[in-house]
């Protein structure tokens, strides 16, 4: 009897051990890959794409319902990581300052540059509204309306919606929006529905072992009537 029971405890032991580390890994995994999304992010020196990170981010968490409640449940469980994680990015873009304080000072002049080329790629979809110019034309299409203040004759507007309309004009553009609104409403509704799912209490039916009419039972033959 002794050892049926020392092996049920050694596999209890086991579980839990194996649950500590599953519980470990929920949260260690996400923290590496955004630590190791923020490394890249920074190594870009891309401005727009730090704050494209940013509004996603955010956008996430406030419409995805899923999202939203787990990383409520993490920060109330791990405060402390979470608090290290945003002293952490900080200190990384407090180290790219220091290193290169213009990525941050010429940021406004990097935006005057780019509303030239939006300017200058909205006045080419004008021309061709409809169909656009065709792929990798922009370069030279420019060039007609590049603005005296424009630094230089990009190869893109640096903006993708822009970019498609230029391509294939503005049917090329509305449908890939349409497409866009469409994976987005698709995928947050399954999402919804999943968090509706989830939060529905649990009911417990009653199990019956008995019979599950209390009245009389007939046990004649068939074809007689009960009394």
Same mark, same amino acid.
């Given at each position: ?39 890249a992010l920074l190594l870009t020196k891309s401005r727009t794409a730090w704050l494209a990170t940013g509004v996603t981010t955010v956008l996430a968490m ?20 979470? =608090?290290?994680? /945003?002293?952490?990015? !900080? ?7 220091? *290193?290169?304080?213009?990525? &941050? $000072? ?27 110019f065709g792929s990798l034309n922009f370069q030279t299409t420019y060039l007609q309306v590049k603005a005296i203040t424009a630094s230089e004759s990009p ?9 498609? =309309?230029?391509? /294939?004009?503005?049917? !090329? ?7 866009? *609104?469409?994976?987005?409403? &698709? $995928? ?40």
């Open positions: 009897l002794g050892r049926p029971a020392e092996s049920l405890s050694e596999g209890k032991s086991r579980a839990s051990h194996a649950n500590r580390l599953s519980d470990r890994a929920v949260w260690l995994v996400p923290l590496v890959l955004v630590i190791a999304t923020a490394f406030l419409l995805d319902p899923i999202l939203r409640s787990d990383l409520g449940r993490w920060i109330k469980q791990k405060p402390g990581v979470f =608090a290290g994680l /945003g002293a952490m990015l !900080l200190g990384l873009f407090g180290a790219v300052y220091a *290193i290169d304080p213009l990525i &941050f $000072q010429e940021a406004g002049k990097s935006l005057a540059y780019r509303m030239d080329y939006w300017r200058g790629a909205w006045k080419l979809i004008a021309e061709q509204p409809l169909f656009g190869a893109d507007p640096h903006n993708f919606l822009l970019e498609l =309309a230029h391509s /294939g004009g503005l049917v !090329l553009l509305g449908l890939t929006v349409l497409l866009m *609104i469409c994976l987005s409403f &698709f $995928q947050l509704r399954s999402r919804w529905f999943r968090s509706d799912k989830l939060s529905e209490p649990v009911v417990n039916k009653p199990v019956f072992n008995g019979p599950v009419f209390n009245g009389p039972v007939f046990n004649g033959p068939v074809g007689t009537s009960m009394q």
